[in-house]
């Protein structure tokens, strides 16, 4: 069992930066691919970024560029880093990590989720 624990969202104006953390507890998961989502009210929730046991990454068309997943696997940590932040990033964005081996950008090919933290974003 894993628990994740996401935080650093917040409310920014366009063209700002947040750095979002997700701390894992009760399995060390240095072996894990962990992944960002991300869901706005009345949508579904969408790939953002991945990043694989070997620190491969892989990013949504609509995040590339602007955003960096990173992994400290001392402290159990990945994080995702927003630069120029648009108005459309606004939404709830979940870590989440136990992938079941077929399809990266899908959500349900995760087992465990965190309670997600809200990313506003101001025009």
């Known amino acids: 069992q894993v628990q994740l624990v996401e935080s650093g969202g917040g409310l920014v104006q366009a063209g700002g930066s947040l750095r979002l953390s997700c701390a894992a507890s009760g399995r060390t998961f240095n072996t894990y691919n962990v992944g960002w989502f991300r869901q706005a009210p009345g949508k579904e929730r969408e790939f953002v970024a991945v990043i694989t046991w070997s620190t491969s990454t892989k990013y949504a068309d609509s995040v590339r560029g602007r955003f960096t997943i990173s992994r400290d696997n001392p402290k159990n940590t990945v994080y995702l880093q927003m630069n120029s932040l648009k108005p459309e990033d606004t939404a709830v964005y979940y870590c989440?990590?136990?992938?079941?081996?077929?399809?990266?950008?899908?959500?349900?090919?995760?087992?465990?989720w965190g309670q997600g933290t809200q990313v506003t974003v101001s025009s």
């Open positions: 989440t990590t136990g992938y079941t081996g077929r399809d990266l950008t899908s959500p349900y090919e995760y087992s465990y």
